[in-house]
């Protein structure tokens, strides 16, 4: 089955700084690679997604790069500010939707104001 | 649309007891997914659905845990008996195939087994 590792675990940075985290996956048929945002005690959103057929994906201060031959991608967060501080998992599936989703053990994300 | 709704938020149960966490997805998503979230494993699926058939229940950790789907718009997961080992945060999530949506994910119940 898929195996998705992610790195680092924790990140702390100043506010206005970037942000990158990476993950790798195992399984070449996968095909939608999301990431959720999950403060604490509330539930995994949403806040990016990207599919394999596209290499970089952009909203507003976040960006999501992916590398089929090197099987990872990233998530980049820029100008971060305090509210940016939460859990960000990545996943991965074969299938947007319609598999399940196999998930990164998570990074840990402390924006300093 | 209120999203995935889950009950309990919070169950507090002593060891040996049944175990009844519900969810309703989504109005219109044809999957439905439970995952479970710990801090040693993190979040691991459990059981998904299409259309109310399980389709993949070999994230089902034992036999003491059951699912079901009996219409469109609930499931249920069932621990029998519970062990202090299930305590975790279990999440229901929905997702709609037509458009290749992402998953939405329910609040969460936080499962306490003492």
């Known amino acids: 089955g898929e195996n998705v590792e992610q790195h680092p675990s924790t990140l702390s940075v100043q506010e206005g700084d970037s942000a990158v985290i990476k993950c790798t996956y195992s399984d070449s048929a996968s095909n939608y690679f999301p990431w959720y945002k999950q403060e604490l005690g509330k539930r995994p959103q949403l806040i990016i997604d990207i599919r394999s057929n596209v290499g970089e994906k952009k909203d507003q201060r976040i960006a999501v790069t992916l590398n089929k031959t090197a099987k990872h991608f990233s998530l980049h967060i820029t100008e971060t500010q305090p509210e940016d501080s939460a859990v960000y998992f990545c996943?991965?599936?074969?299938?947007?939707?319609?598999?399940?989703?196999?998930f990164g053990s998570g990074t840990r994300l402390q924006v300093q104001p | 649309d209120a999203g995935v709704i889950q009950s309990p938020r919070h169950e507090v149960t002593e060891m040996g007891q049944e175990v009844t966490l519900r969810c309703k997805p989504i109005s219109g998503h044809d999957y439905l997914f439970w995952y479970r979230q710990t801090m040693m494993r993190g979040l691991e699926l459990l059981i998904y659905f299409n259309n109310n058939v399980p389709i993949d229940d070999s994230g089902m950790p034992e036999d003491r845990f059951s699912a079901k789907m009996p219409n469109a718009s609930f499931s249920t997961l069932k621990i029998q008996p519970s062990e202090p080992r299930d305590s975790a945060v279990y999440f229901c999530?929905?997702?709609?195939?037509?458009?290749?949506?992402?998953?939405?994910f329910g609040q969460g119940t936080r499962l306490t087994v003492v």
């Open positions: 999530a929905s997702s709609f195939s037509g458009r290749d949506t992402e998953a939405f």
């Open positions: 996943a991965a599936s074969k299938r947007a939707g319609r598999r399940a989703l196999t």
